[in-house]
């Protein structure tokens, strides 16, 4: 049975959670750029398997395009829902304001 688009999704962030340290961490002695694309090679590896980018994708578009797309589109849907949340909440507390 074929995984299902959002479970591909969050199997692969999932990754990219575990190794967020690394992948977003600072330079420093003890983290270097190849550390960085080998565990960007990893995460573009799992892309891969799931399906959610062709075979000829290279680890800076899985960096750069894939995550980052999916990065901003869940800052913007969490941005809507707190508004959202923030507005419900001024009218269940104060009711309609007609100054």
Do not use: H
Request: proline share 3%.
């Amino acid at each position: 049975m074929r995984m299902k688009l959002p479970k591909k999704k969050i199997s692969l962030v999932s990754i990219i959670k575990e190794k967020r340290d690394i992948l977003f961490g600072k330079f420093s002695s003890d983290l270097d750029k190849e550390m960085k694309n080998v565990v960007w090679n990893e995460v573009l590896v799992k892309a891969k398997f799931l399906q959610l980018v062709t075979e000829n994708s290279d680890s800076p578009y899985v960096r750069d395009k894939l995550y980052g797309l999916w990065k901003t589109r869940a800052l913007v849907k969490e941005d809507k829902e707190r508004k959202g949340r923030r507005k419900r909440g001024i009218a269940e507390c104060c009711g309609s304001f007609n100054p």
